[in-house]
């Protein structure tokens, strides 16, 4: 038996693992024959590493599917260590990344605040958690062009919330130089959280407004679905 191991980082704030539940609960909708365990990195329960213990003592196998966004430090160090103490037959897949499905969530979500694609004094900050992987800010960077692709839009920037790269101020800044009478915020994150509330009172005082962040939408719950599935066809073919 596999099982689907959907691993969110966790937050102190409740809101984050409601999100890590709807989602699991949109991919058994989507595929009801096959078994999905929510699991946290941390803050939240259960841990990844009991869910990964129970999987060892019921000899099943599991892909891990890693519910982050970036590349970076949890996807690269913590999640293997954590399969690699539990003697599981666990593989890992990989974060979901700039997925188009989330860019099109991102998109919905700026449409569902009253953005228009001709809107040319508009201009859109994408935020997103910072890493001190400068490789992982640089693939999260290319969201922006992506984004912005096919509108009239002043522009789009992307920012970052943590990390040594945080430039809200200075990307509403760029912005505004190139024409934007009108700023907003689009949070490249799955779940309101701490971190959200804290960008969203840097929002207020760059005179901006913020849209919803992605959430659980079908479309990030296929995404999911779909690193599970590459990292099973991997595994049949190798």
């Known amino acids: 038996m596999s099982v689907l191991i959907l691993a969110a980082h966790g937050s102190a704030d409740p809101r984050s693992a409601t999100v890590t539940h ?14 999905v365990r929510a699991a946290f ?8 590493t009991d869910v990964l213990a129970d999987i060892a003592e019921r000899d099943h196998s599991a892909v891990v599917v890693p519910m982050l966004l970036a590349s970076a430090y949890h996807a ?13 037959a666990v593989r890992q897949a990989d974060v979901l990344g700039e997925d188009p499905a989330l860019l099109a969530v991102l998109g919905q979500r700026l ?22 992987s400068d490789a992982a800010n640089a693939r999260t960077a290319t969201v922006g062009p992506a984004l912005g692709s096919g509108t009239s839009w002043a522009g789009v920037e992307v920012a970052f919330a943590t990390g040594p790269h945080s430039d809200l101020t200075e990307a509403a800044d760029r912005l ?31 005179g901006a407004s913020m849209t919803a962040p992605l959430g659980s939408h079908n479309l990030v719950a296929a995404a999911l679905l779909d ?6 066809s991997a595994y049949v073919a190798a």
């Open 111 to 132: 449409a569902e605040h009253g953005v228009s694609p001709g809107d040319r004094d508009l201009g859109v900050i994408v935020v997103a958690v910072g890493s001190s």
């Open 176 to 206: 505004r130089r190139r024409g934007a009478r009108r700023i907003v915020v689009a949070p490249w994150f799955l779940a309101h959280g701490l971190i959200t509330d804290r960008v969203a009172k840097s929002v207020a005082t760059v």
């Open 227 to 232: 690193r599970f599935d590459e990292t099973q």
């Open 22 to 35: 709807a989602l699991a609960g949109r991919i058994r909708r989507l595929r009801p024959w096959l078994a």
């Open 41 to 48: 990195l941390d803050h939240s329960e259960p841990s990844l």
């Open 76 to 88: 690269r160090v913590d999640i293997p260590a954590m399969i690699e103490a539990s003697g599981a």
